[in-house]
């Protein structure tokens, strides 16, 4: 039988202890991440997941650590721990994305995945400017995107005619590693 395994979230919008007691101060830092996930590690836990909003949605006043500059520094900061960084189809080319996962991945040692998440936060996306498409379209859209992203992985052309991301996604990595991906949301 397979052993549990044991994951904590990283603060990224910091600790939710202010909008309880607020004498707590309010830590959205990186410096306060890194400083966890090293415990975390340090104790026996498995996996982190670093959720993925670019703006806080408890309240957009206050801080909100990006999950993706975050992902690499905390590989780079840990050696056993299983790094899982959410990503938003919506926010990212399939290409850009999946060249920069491989990057965090060789980063880890190989401790990368992704969490893909077809949004929820309408807000977020309205303050970007981004359009938000409702459930279906969202989630056909994440669908075409990661096969976009699992073919480049896998050093192929990625061509899936009914996705204009296909298009214009070519084979264009050197290294090629399949990375476990979550599917949530």
Known sequence: MTEPRYGIWIPVYGNWGPLNQPEDP??????????????????GFSSTLLAQHIINCYDQDFDQLETWTAAAALAEATEKIEIIAAIKPLLFHPAVLAKMALG????????????????????????A????????????YSEDWIKVVKALWSGERAIQPSSPLAQRSHSYFTRSRALEVYQRG
């Open 26 to 43: 309010f830590d959205a830092s990186y410096a306060r991440a890194r400083s966890l996930l090293i415990q975390a590690e340090r104790v």
């Open 104 to 127: 965090i991945d060789a980063i880890s040692n190989g401790r990368f995945s992704i969490n893909l998440v077809s949004g929820w936060f309408r807000t977020e996306m309205e303050k």
């Open 129 to 140: 400017g981004i359009p938000f498409p409702q459930y279906d379209e969202r989630y056909g």
